[in-house]
């Protein structure tokens, strides 16, 4: 069972960066990948960006393409979302999990953390 915490989220002014991380407590290799959600206030959670653990290949959400870059470290089951230029409609709980060929989440969510961007 992996376990998923979340961490790094905060009150930032737009235009503003964050570096979110996401540590898993058990070995995560056998998944295909690792993606960030977020879910906004009165809003369904929606897919952010995703890694491949192996090949580190990246894909992300229109909404954030640009602006925001996931990353990981095999070695620390960890990983990463910068995001940079950052707009109060970024403003939501952002959650990671394993994902599928279809970017479905895999595992049992973990809190998220709070991200907060002001105009």
């Known amino acids: 069972q992996v376990q998923l915490v979340e961490s790094g989220g905060g009150l930032?002014?737009?235009?503003?960066?964050?570096?979110?991380?996401?540590?898993?407590?058990?070995?995560?290799?056998?998944s295909y990948?690792?993606?960030?959600?977020?879910?906004?206030?009165?809003?369904?959670r929606e897919f952010v960006a995703r890694v491949m653990w192996t090949s580190g290949t990246?894909?992300?959400?229109e909404a954030v393409?640009?602006?925001f870059t996931i990353s990981r470290d095999n070695a620390k089951n960890t990983v990463f979302l910068q995001m940079?230029?950052?707009k109060p409609e970024d403003t939501a709980?952002?959650?990671c999990n394993t994902v599928d060929y279809s970017h479905m989440p895999t595992?049992?969510?973990?809190p998220g953390?709070?991200?907060?961007?002001?105009s």
């Open 93 to 95: 709980v952002y959650y």
């Open 107 to 110: 595992s049992d969510w973990g």
């Open 33 to 44: 990948a690792m993606g960030w959600f977020r879910q906004a206030p009165g809003k369904e």
């Open 12 to 30: 930032v002014q737009a235009g503003g960066s964050l570096r979110l991380s996401c540590a898993a407590s058990a070995r995560t290799f056998g």
């Open 58 to 61: 990246t894909y992300y959400a």
């Open 65 to 67: 393409k640009g602006r």
């Open 84 to 86: 940079n230029s950052l």
């Open 113 to 118: 953390t709070q991200v907060t961007v002001s």
